[in-house]
């Protein structure tokens, strides 16, 4: 029977130490974040949708003190203080300054299910519409009308006529009608503003 000697076995636990400590120190990829990214950004938007904008604040701020140039973060640090504050111009260079560093903006939006032909909404959820390098993406909370798309697929997006407040997407032949948070028209000006100039990029 072959015996290993008290060495070779403990430069075997040595080994396989070295090799799961060598996987832990690399980041696990997950979507292009890290573990620690993909955790952390549920629970930043999470507080953001309960309004919790100081504390959606300290998280985003705690992930930057390690990685500044991190562009989630940086993204949702801007949601937080433009809902906390309504200072859109202030978010606008936010937003452009997260999208140089490879995040974007992120809106908390209404999404009608029905044509508008009023400004009031009866069939509707509410969800994350997230602007990125390449790409717009409505992420529902409850329901199944979710959609992610290329900039090169968008036909128009733009305020809408009946009212500035609401702006739509055009896929093909179908619009998709949202309305920010703050139902302000500033806030659909700016969604509209930072899709022209993500697109442009």
Partial sequence: MFRTSHYSRSAAVIAIGLIISSLLAKPAHMSGQTIAQSSTNPAI???IYRQKYNDAISRAEQVLESDPRNGEALTYLATANLYQT???????TEFEEAFKAGGGATFFVTHSHEVLNTTDVVDYCRGW???RRDSVEFVPIEGSHGFKVNYNQVGEFKRNRLTKKAFHIKVGEKSQNFRGRSNSDLEALLIVALYRIFAGN
């Fill in 129 to 131: 519409l997230h602007l």
């Fill in 86 to 92: 309504l200072n859109f111009s202030k978010a606008q």
């Fill in 45 to 47: 938007l999470d507080l």
